[in-house]
């Protein structure tokens, strides 16, 4: 049995000003044996087959896995970058010669300038490779925007559950799994797709919280009932203006497309069911901070506040109310800055006070620059090992980064491009401890509560201006469907 592996991935926030292209993606993009070697051990979807294929005896040949290296979001790839990668796929497929399977770990909510459905797409390409008698089966993040043209494209899709994602080898060794089974006769897959037209920002979709806790219990109840291989909905990505934008439905069944269907539309309504659980609203900067300080008075510390917004790093939101509010003992892990840390990598050294404008650079939804005065504790550029339930072992090279004491024990960690703490590495690498720490404020939605949970004693989600806001609102759609609850025309009238 050969088996190829491919992948060519991006969360695509077309919102942000600067194009994706091909030096983005060459600095993340790995090919050949490299694939195997580098995801070995870590929890993704490559490790999922690997675990699989290795333990079936399947020779497997890996072709090539394309994402963007280090920083902060990009928006639409270009046709060139979309290009080189899919046909490097297809292409690669070619040259491999016959194989048995193709499985590809895909994102979902990829945005190119020249494919509408970026995906479907890579899929199509993949086929144009293998013929149609070949099964090809698709790993998917849960922010996927997607809809029937995948379904059609691939023989099955499979949609991790959790977010933070923490089952990205368990989906995909269920994608690897079926698809032996389907090499061997086994198993017939037929793929069934919903779109319940619900938009929503990213930090309503925790998978151990309402509503979604709700949609993928009934996905684990569905799952139980035989021939239901795989129940998946992912809710979407609000922050890529497609067509195909919102939550999508799809599952796969053994050869039983009755009972696909039956279980596909059950999951739609109920989703519908729960829509208006997704627009809660939220606290802006002041009052986030505000409650922040109010649980630290009460001991509890610490206390995260999610600035899920902010998808460049320059955001100064919530800087300005911390400061303004007197608040003590915290620290923003990342204010994206490539100026600001020129300057201190030019023109400082750890020990020095230096007096400096950060953040507020990028748009409109960033805020203003703030200047800081403060001790330079930390300079260089972090090398570290992730150490939480998400991505555990992986690897973190950062860019330049400086850590200033504003006094205190207030720090801000100017950065040269986008970096986060979704773990306790983040800020050790940088000399903090966070148990000497009242808040953290991180650019981030939901993924750090993998490992923040289980230290943090309270945790604030916010609504603050940005590239991805909860209130979606604050956006402009320009593909967005007619009835995409809650952005649509027939919902707001614009």
């Not at 297809?90 to 459905?117: C, E, F, I, Y």
């Not at 979709?205 to 996905?219: E, F, G, L, N």
């Not at 035989?226 to 203006?241: E, F, M």
């Not at 953290?440 to 939901?446: H, N, S």
């Amino acid at each position: 049995m050969r088996i190829a592996i491919a992948g060519f991935s991006d969360e695509t926030c077309t919102f942000c000003k600067d194009l994706t292209t091909v030096e983005r993606f060459e600095s993340g993009t790995i090919r050949g044996h490299a694939i195997i070697e580098k995801n070995r051990g870590i929890p993704t979807y490559v490790n999922g087959y690997l675990k699989v294929l290795e333990a079936e005896g399947a020779e497997i040949v890996p072709i090539v896995h394309a994402s963007k290296g280090p920083g902060g979001f990009s928006s639409w790839l270009v046709p060139e970058c979309f290009e080189k990668y899919a046909n490097e796929i297809r292409d690669g497929l070619k040259a491999a010669g016959p194989v048995d399977g193709v499985l590809l770990a895909l994102h979902g909510a990829m945005a190119a300038a020249n494919a509408v459905r970026p995906e479907a797409e890579i899929v199509r390409r993949a086929r144009q490779a293998v013929g149609k008698d070949v099964p090809i089966m698709v790993t998917l993040d849960l922010h996927a925007n997607e809809d029937e043209e995948l379904a059609e494209a691939a023989d099955a899709v499979f949609i991790l559950k959790t977010y933070p994602h923490v089952d990205s080898e368990e989906i995909g060794m269920k994608a690897a799994e079926c698809m032996v089974k389907t090499v061997r006769g086994e198993v017939r897959p037929y793929t069934a797709c919903r779109r319940p037209g619900i938009v929503s920002a990213s930090i309503y979709q925790a998978s151990d919280q309402h509503p979604m806790k709700d949609i993928y219990d009934r996905c684990r109840e569905w799952e139980k009932v035989p021939g239901v291989i795989c129940a998946s909905v992912a809710p979407g990505y609000a922050y890529a203006d497609v067509i195909d934008i919102g939550m999508s439905i799809f599952v796969v069944t053994n050869d039983d497309p009755e009972l696909a269907e039956k279980v596909a539309q059950d999951l739609n309504d109920l989703a519908w069911s729960l829509r208006e659980s997704f627009t809660e609203p939220l606290p802006d900067a002041k009052e986030a901070t505000r409650l922040a300080m109010k649980y630290v008075s009460q001991g509890l510390r610490p206390v995260i506040i999610a600035d899920g917004a902010d998808r460049i790093g320059d955001s100064t939101h919530m800087l300005k109310e911390l400061l303004a509010q007197g608040a003590k003992n915290w620290v923003i892990p990342c204010i994206t800055d490539p100026k600001a840390a020129e300057e201190l990598k030019k023109t400082a050294k750890v020990g020095d006070e230096v007096t400096l404008t950060v953040g507020g650079w990028y748009d409109e939804f960033s805020g203003t620059p703030v200047e800081i005065t403060g001790t330079v504790e930390y300079m260089g550029c972090p090398e570290y090992t992730l150490v939480g339930p998400m991505g555990k072992g992986s690897k973190v090279k950062e860019g330049f980064v400086a850590r200033i004491n504003l006094g205190d024990n207030r720090h801000v960690v100017v950065a040269e491009r986008m970096r986060g703490a979704n773990d306790s590495a983040g800020l050790s690498c940088v000399g903090l401890d966070y148990n000497d720490l009242d808040i953290i404020v991180l650019k981030d939605r939901v993924h750090h509560r993998a490992f923040w949970d289980q230290v943090a004693k309270a945790d604030i989600r916010t609504s603050v201006p940005g590239q991805g806001p909860a209130d979606l609102s604050q956006l402009h759609y320009n593909n967005a469907p007619y009835d995409a609850y809650p952005i649509g025309r027939k919902w707001t009238g614009i």
